[in-house]
């Protein structure tokens, strides 16, 4: 089945630790999403990636990281500069630019400690 | 300033009624996308419309581009349907999300 899965669903880390979230599609997609949910306000954008090794920041990008080796991984690191980093995390994909219809993965809750 | 706005923020329902979630956004726009949440956090494309109405199932969207507005509608709602819905405006390039409509339809 295609689709896009995220790993682990639930992340905790302690204060000051850098964490890596996983995302990766088999539907072969070029284009990649990372958004952060927080309560009562919409999917903010943290970095996109069009293509292979070429990644773009969005409206949050302060704090986290990003890096496209591979067309179907798009890992997402929250680094310790993150101030707030307690929140949802969504990974998405499209064939080609947001004008199509994104795909979501499940999600990951990070709460930091 | 792009901005997509959601009315109502909570919304709950009894089995069979009739449902609108209304989505107005502030400039012009490409296209608006509906999306549902699971109350387990993952989210499904429900709808992309650019003018008119789509109809899929007891779901169906209209968009005004006049007014710049837009609606869900559900019809029979049923406990199944519970779940946060969500707009989300295309400007250029770049999708703009509402804060989300949280259903509740009871039994």
């Known amino acids: 089945d295609g689709g896009i899965t995220q790993s682990p669903k639930y992340l905790f880390r302690k204060e000051g630790q850098n964490v890596t979230l996983s995302c990766e599609q088999n539907?072969?997609?070029?284009?990649m999403y990372w958004y952060r949910q927080d309560p009562g306000q919409g999917l903010r954008l943290i970095y996109y990636?069009?293509?292979?090794?070429?990644?773009q920041k969005g409206d949050i990008a302060e704090g986290y990281s990003v890096s496209r080796e591979k067309k179907e991984s798009f890992p997402l690191t929250v680094t310790s500069a993150q101030k707030n980093p307690t929140a949802f995390y969504l990974c998405?994909?499209?064939?080609?630019?947001?004008?199509?219809?994104?795909?979501f993965g499940p999600g990951t809750r990070l709460t930091v400690l | 300033k792009n901005e997509v706005e959601q009315s109502p923020q909570n919304l709950t329902a009894q089995e069979g009624e009739f449902i609108t979630i209304n989505c107005s956004y502030s400039v012009g726009i490409s296209a608006l996308h509906w999306l549902q949440q699971h109350p387990g956090g993952g989210i499904v494309s429900l709808f992309m419309?650019?003018?008119g109405k789509k109809k899929h199932g007891r779901l169906i969207a209209t968009i005004n581009i006049q007014e710049k507005h837009s609606s869900l509608h559900i019809t029979a709602s049923h406990p199944r349907d519970s779940a946060v819905y969500i707009c989300?405006?295309?400007?250029?390039?770049?999708?703009?999300f509402g804060a989300g409509t949280i259903l509740r339809v009871k039994s």
């Open positions: 989300a405006a295309l400007y250029g390039n770049k999708l703009v």
């Open positions: 539907l072969n997609h070029d284009a």
């Open positions: 998405a994909s499209s064939a080609g630019s947001s004008y199509n219809e994104q795909f």
């Open positions: 990636s069009q293509i292979v090794n070429d990644f």
């Open positions: 419309l650019s003018s």
